[in-house]
């Protein structure tokens, strides 16, 4: 049985648009874009065709562009609201996806690279290690709002 933290009414995130909050909005779009790298990579790794490195590189600078702008968002609600910051997965899910963002800007350095040597094996491996972040801060992410009531609106 799941227990919701009912305790703090106030879990209101501090970065929003007409009362919706910015940070879930914009999460998506990085997401979608480094696993959409690490497909494009192994696409390339497969068949050696410029055109995947090519994908892959403005995929991660897509993603990172993305990634910095709900980063803030959610650092403007992380800071914002002392009470999200008590709340168990807060921490876990902004050191993860700082993480992730780290890890995709120096893949997309890789990238930048001559192709085979941007792919295989450094761009690859980064890619993987990046995408397997993803489902943990998007589960610790998940529990804030569906657990512990973060940014629902009342």
Not at 2 to 18: I, K, N, Q
Not at 72 to 101: C, E, K, S, V, Y
Not at 109 to 133: C, E, F, K, N
Request: glycine residues 6%; aromatic residues 10%; contains cysteine.
């Amino acid at each position: 049985m799941t227990t919701v933290d009912t305790s703090h009414p106030d879990l209101e995130p501090t970065a929003r648009v007409a009362r919706h909050p910015i940070h879930p909005m914009l999460v998506p779009f990085p997401i979608v874009c480094f696993i959409g790298a690490l497909v494009t990579d192994i696409a390339y790794w497969r068949t050696a065709e410029m055109m995947w490195a090519d994908i892959s590189a403005w995929l991660l600078l897509v993603g990172l562009i993305m990634g910095v702008l709900a980063a803030i968002a959610g650092l403007i609600d992380f800071l914002g609201n002392r009470l999200i910051r008590t709340q168990t997965p807060a921490w876990p899910h902004l050191i993860g996806n700082l993480i992730a963002l780290v890890l995709a800007f120096f893949n997309n350095m890789v990238h930048a690279r001559d192709a085979w040597t941007s792919v295989v094996p450094t761009g690859l491996i980064l890619s993987l290690v990046t995408v397997l972040i993803l489902p943990i801060t998007g589960w610790l992410g998940w529990s804030m709002v569906y657990r512990h009531r973060v940014g629902v609106a009342r």
